[in-house]
């Protein structure tokens, strides 16, 4: 069985000299396991979370062992009764030619159905994420502009085209020409940027004259920064990629979004003007807590409009506590 291990964990951009590649026997499997060969492996970004040390979605590769991943796998011998030998799977038998697993961990793949690795892409884990992004957080309607970062990719290039099937006009920024004139010519799109040499600010104005209104964003970094000046009221951002940082040494400048990914946290802007609908709701409860005592109030009177001033500076600095209000005459 040939297996790639992980030898050191990556510092940046990992190097081949992290990874090693060793020989060892075939695992037999067990009750209720299946032993499979490997046919195609899934390299995904998420493993460089998983080979670094640290918070990632799910455990991290422990130095020396085999490097986990997506794979499309045949059946040697089985002893589950689900599985027959010849059938192909979906499993995870991570960097390596040969793998046993429970068979409860694998799934059945119809060669018949699509050709067999198209279950690692479209039809599986990145085609899931860009389906649900795009249309469950997403929620593009007919005309409005999408924009998609690593657009000629596994995820971004399902999530653009489902874009222009729900009928918006779509804007792909990926790194090189070659996949500029894919995403155009070849998925669709109506625009593609090249983040590597167009002016990303001038490129999406142009682009999109009339603002964003859904950023799928695979990337996080300058990309989420220059979209976000130019979205429109209520756009809606599925944050489901970090890739511009995922070889960093440091901390980029900026709030750390990972949380957010990882805790699949909402931020939601507010305006209280979009509220004035709730406000005879708000007034009977807050009034009624007030009088109730379940609610507390305090206010801090500065007496004299020429004190307003020096009010309004000392509420900027803290100095303020309470509601700030200035009592200008008698009541
Ligand atoms: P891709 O096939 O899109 O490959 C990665 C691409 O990212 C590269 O080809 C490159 O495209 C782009 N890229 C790399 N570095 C940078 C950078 N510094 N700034 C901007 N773009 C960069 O990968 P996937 O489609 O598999 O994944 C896309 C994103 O989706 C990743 O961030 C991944 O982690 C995320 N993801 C999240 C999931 C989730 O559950 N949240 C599930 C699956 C994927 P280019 O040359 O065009 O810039």
């Not at 499997?29 to 046919?39: A, D, K, M």
């Not at 998925?187 to 600010?201: M, P, S, Y």
């Not at 799928?216 to 599925?238: H, K, S, W, Y």
Request: proline content about 5%; some cysteine; hydrophobic content about 40%.
């Amino acid at each position: 069985n040939k297996q790639i291990l992980l030898k050191s964990r990556p510092v940046g951009e990992p190097k081949e000299s992290d990874f090693t590649l060793a020989e060892a026997p075939i695992s037999q499997p067990g009750e209720g396991e299946v032993l499979s060969r490997t046919i195609y492996l899934s390299l995904d970004p998420y493993m460089r979370g998983l080979i670094s040390e640290g918070e990632s979605y799910a455990a991290n590769v422990e130095l020396n062992s085999v490097v986990v991943g997506g794979t499309v796998s045949q059946v040697i011998q089985s002893n589950h009764p689900q599985f027959q030998t010849g059938d192909f799977v979906l499993s995870r038998n991570g960097w390596q030619t040969y793998a046993v697993a429970k068979g409860e961990t694998l799934r059945k793949l119809d060669p018949n159905q699509a050709p067999l690795s198209y279950s690692l892409g479209v039809l599986g884990m990145p085609g899931l994420t860009a389906y649900t992004a795009l249309l469950d957080i997403g929620q593009p309607k007919a005309g409005e502009t999408v924009v998609v970062s690593a657009a000629s990719g596994a995820v971004g290039a399902v999530a653009g085209q489902i874009a222009k099937i729900k009928g918006c006009r779509v804007i792909g920024i990926v790194g090189s020409d070659d996949k500029r004139d894919y995403i155009v010519k070849e998925l669709g799109f109506d625009v593609g940027i090249n983040r590597k040499t167009q002016e990303l600010d001038a490129a999406l104005k142009a682009a999109a004259p009339d603002g964003i209104d859904v950023y799928f964003d695979n990337t996080a970094g300058v990309i989420l920064e220059t979209v976000l000046q130019q979205i429109n009221l209520g756009a809606r951002i599925p944050l489901v990629g970090l890739i511009s940082e995922y070889n960093a040494t440091s901390a980029p400048p900026g709030p750390n979004l990972r949380p957010l990914l990882i805790k699949r946290a909402l931020i939601k802007g507010f305006l209280v003007s979009d509220y004035q609908h709730r406000a005879n709701e708000f007034v009977s409860d807050v009034a009624g807590w007030l009088k109730s005592g379940q609610l507390k109030y305090q206010e801090d009177v500065v007496v004299g409009l020429e004190n307003a001033p020096r009010a309004f500076i000392g509420l900027l600095r803290g100095e303020n506590f309470g509601k700030l209000v200035v009592k200008v005459s008698e009541d």
